[in-house]
Nanobody
Framework: QVQLVESGGGLVQAGGSLRLSCAAS????????RGWFRQAPGKEREVVAS????????YYAHSVKGRFTISRDNAKNPVYLQMNSLKHEDTAVYYC?????????????WGQGTQVTVAS
């Protein structure tokens, strides 16, 4: 089973930056699709960004495009989410996820989450 562990969350002032990391261990991934999701209080979990490193493609939610960057150097390195120009509405628990071989997030692996709080 794959284990994902997020780190890098914390409290930051609006306009500031944070970098989240997602380290993986366990069995080899059958999918190269990895992503970051977030869930704010009272809201549903939403995708923030995803990366398919075998295809070299990325996706960003409209609300974070131009401010957040998802990256990974190679299959052995963590997945990062660089978050710049943070806004109060970015406050949420951020989760790292790995899709399964069929591309399903639901049936993939998830981290335990890391809190990001942006003070306005």
């Amino acid at each position: 089973q794959v284990q994902l562990v997020e780190s890098g969350g914390g409290l930051v002032q609006a306009g500031g930056s944070l970098r989240l990391s997602c380290a993986a261990s366990g069995r080899t991934f059958s999918s190269s699709l990895r992503g970051w999701f977030r869930q704010a209080p009272g809201k549903e979990r939403e995708v923030v960004a995803s990366i398919n490193w075998s295809r070299g493609t990325t996706y960003y939610a409209h609300s974070v495009k131009g401010r957040f960057t998802i990256s990974r150097d190679n299959a052995k390195n963590p997945v990062y989410l660089q978050m710049n120009s943070l806004k109060h509405e970015d406050t949420a628990v951020y989760y790292c996820a790995a899709a399964n071989g069929g591309g399903s997030w639901t049936d993939g692996s998830w981290g335990q989450g890391t809190q990001v709080t942006v003070a306005s």
